[in-house]
């Protein structure tokens, strides 16, 4: 059944905001970022921007391509771990990635167990022949969707300026994506430091209502 099904709605199934990984209790380190006041309503476009390029999103994206292809998905699962620059990013892809493979083992018949997200993604994306580049454009934009919503329910973000950062950004997505045909696990690189000192800190920060 699921052979048969348009790719494009498997990935839009998959990605979306209701499928059951829990990515709206997660905020890639921005609640930290906006407590701090580092992040605004105008500036949070930049911040995301420079997450997609030089943080999670290529990395993410490194992640996935090297699933898919068909290396074995347990070692690439061991780099999306060591790879993690804070505990919260690994509790992240860790928490939404048995989640994800949870899903694919009751409703695809696809046998992933205790794999990151990206990593669960990949392989997913293997077992159906999905393809490879659109899946990762996909993933990025829900990551920044799911995110810019995480912003809306911290600061004064409304609606419409919401909507304007995720069209914004997607070109970015589909530019990483193609940037990434190309790549291997030899291109993992973070330069999002902020970011990434962001997550580290929200470890400590109280009250708080995201995970990460």
């Given at each position: 059944m ?23 209790a ?17 500036t ?60 694919l ?70 530019d ?37």
């Open positions: 699921h052979t048969r099904t348009d790719p494009i709605l498997t990935l839009a199934q998959w990605l979306s905001p209701g499928f059951p990984i829990g990515a709206f997660y905020s890639s380190g921005l609640e930290q970022a906006i407590a701090d006041g580092v992040v605004t309503p105008r949070v476009e930049d911040w995301l921007s420079d997450m997609l390029r030089d943080g999670n999103g290529i990395s993410d994206a490194l992640l996935i391509r090297a699933a898919a292809s068909g290396m074995d998905p347990h070692e690439v699962d061991q780099t999306a771990r060591a790879f993690c620059p804070s505990r919260e990013r690994l509790l992240e892809i860790d928490a939404q990635g048995a989640a994800f493979c949870d899903q083992r009751a409703n695809w018949g696809i046998d992933a167990t205790n794999l990151t997200y990206p990593v669960a993604l990949g392989v997913g994306i293997r077992h159906l022949g999905l393809p490879l580049t659109m899946a990762v454009q996909v993933y990025l934009h829900a990551w920044v969707a799911a995110v810019v919503a995480a912003c809306q329910r911290l600061m004064a973000l409304g609606q419409t300026e919401a909507q304007r950062i995720v069209s914004a950004l997607a070109p970015l997505c589909s990483i994506a193609a940037q990434t045909e190309t790549g291997t696990l030899d291109d993992l690189t973070s330069q999002s430091f902020a970011a990434d000192i962001a997550a580290m800190r929200h470890e400590t920060l109280s009250p708080r209502i995201f995970r990460t």
